[in-house]
């Protein structure tokens, strides 16, 4: 089996006491995940990426649905089976600072893993510590200190130490470098590269910006409004968008080379109010090729080969 994670038919409702009908952030999403690969999820905020990622974890419990890690139901697992998984499935979260435990040095937020889960005895824990932090690039002589006295940048490495220091499997990563600036992305993103090449990791790695995912997966999902509007390897996607959501966004990277101009598509409106999505296609209302259907028939994922799927009433017709 080369599948390291299975999701199929995830469904998550949210209810609120102001309104008898749930909201629906993830509805009936099938993926997989192969060992050593990284797949990409990507989508306006508000369209289900981050409720996804911690569904894949059972930090919050899906309404329907099942999730298999290593051929394992996660959903049948009970707290203390769970719990001993947990070393083997982890997550980056989008702001550090929010993550680590300020009154904790970074020698013992780093450690913490290790102490949860028993990793041998203390002098072999705190030389791994020092080992993991070389890794990520925090010096030995920074190990006592706090929180607050790094950069983002830092903190995110600190992060990234903590997530990979109990030897896991899978690493979700949910935004890990949008709140860097542009170079300190760079270097976070090639610190995980390399940490994916040298640990044998799998990543599922979320982000709202198409040209990190274009760098960093191998496969990538498009989500909008908690449904999955396309997927494909990276470079099919990239080169042959068939969703005009998908085009729209690639259309937004901003282009360096000359002489590769590709016109801007401009989406009308913000996406729509989870709590009362648009009837039929929820992309219709600001679909700039929206057919007459559109508004009444939902689109399923369907497959225009082996490995493209997509979900448009539009390229249904076509085929």
């Known amino acids: 089996m080369n599948e390291i994670l299975k999701l199929t038919n995830i469904r998550k409702e949210f209810h609120s006491s102001s309104s008898t009908k749930p909201i629906v952030a993830v509805d009936n999403i099938s993926l997989s995940l192969s060992k050593g690969k990284t797949l990409g999820i990507v989508g306006e905020s508000g369209s289900g990426k981050s409720t996804l990622a911690r569904v894949m974890l059972r930090l919050i419990e899906p309404t329907s649905g099942s999730i298999e890690f290593n051929g394992v139901d996660l959903i049948s697992q009970k707290s203390a089976d769970l719990r001993k998984l947990r070393s083997q499935m982890q997550m980056i979260f989008q702001d550090p600072m929010s993550s680590l435990?300020?009154?904790?040095?970074?020698?013992?937020?780093?450690?913490?893993?290790?102490?949860?889960?028993?990793v041998s005895d203390s002098k072999t824990?705190?030389?791994?510590?020092?080992?993991?932090?070389?890794?990520?690039?925090?010096?030995k002589a920074a190990l006592d200190k706090f929180p607050h006295e790094f950069s983002g940048g830092q903190r995110q490495r600190i992060s990234i130490a903590r997530a990979v220091i109990n030897g896991p499997a899978l690493i979700i990563a949910d935004e890990p470098v949008s709140a860097l600036d542009l170079s300190i992305q760079a270097q976070i993103l090639n610190l995980l590269k390399d940490l994916k090449q040298e640990l044998s990791l799998s990543f599922v790695f979320i982000s709202h910006d198409l040209s990190v995912i274009k760098y960093f997966a191998d496969e990538v999902a498009v989500m909008y409004l908690g449904n999955i509007v396309e997927s494909a390897p990276t470079k099919v996607l990239f080169d042959s968008p068939a969703h005009p959501y998908t085009q729209a966004l690639i259309s937004a990277i901003p282009q360096i080379?000359?002489?590769?101009?590709?016109?801007?598509?401009?989406?009308?409106?913000?996406?729509?109010?989870?709590?009362?999505?648009?009837?039929?296609?929820?992309?219709?209302?600001?679909?700039?090729i929206a057919i007459d259907n559109c508004a009444s028939l939902a689109p399923s994922l369907s497959s225009i080969n082996s490995s493209h799927q997509v979900s448009c009433n539009l390229v249904q017709v076509r085929a």
């Open 257 to 288: 080379e000359l002489g590769n101009k590709v016109e801007r598509i401009i989406l009308s409106g913000d996406i729509p109010n989870p709590a009362n999505p648009p009837s039929g296609c929820h992309f219709h209302p600001r679909c700039p």
């Open 125 to 139: 824990r705190n030389q791994m510590v020092e080992s993991y932090a070389d890794k990520v690039g925090i010096a």
């Open 101 to 118: 435990d300020p009154r904790m040095s970074v020698r013992d937020l780093i450690r913490e893993p290790l102490d949860i889960h028993k």
